[in-house]
């Protein structure tokens, strides 16, 4: 999901938030997992969770930039003051 600048909603005043490209399949055969690599390995830019487990995903994705949404960053910055026993602080 992102803002889209072009369009407000006419309640908020705010920009509304759109789905970024997907891709759905319909059939479970070889050339459609195939298309779907491809079309990855073409990618510009890639959000996914901060897992660690997940990195290795984008390392043959050398030319996407990853963008983690809104919701992963606020999670790690919660995280992170809670480690640092700063949670009470807004």
């Known amino acids: 999901m992102y803002q889209n600048h072009k369009f407000t909603n006419q309640h908020t ?3 509304v938030n759109v789905s970024g490209p997907a891709l759905f399949h319909v059939c479970q055969d070889e050339t459609q997992f195939l298309f779907f690599c491809n079309t990855l390995l073409e ?10 487990e997940q990195k290795g995903f984008l390392k043959p994705l050398t030319r996407a930039t990853y963008l983690p949404c809104k919701k992963h960053i606020q999670d790690s910055i919660k995280k ?3 480690n640092l026993q700063l949670d009470g602080c807004e």
């Open 13 to 15: 005043g705010k920009f």
């Open 43 to 52: 990618a510009r830019f890639v959000g996914l969770d901060c897992d660690k």
């Open 80 to 82: 992170k003051l809670q």
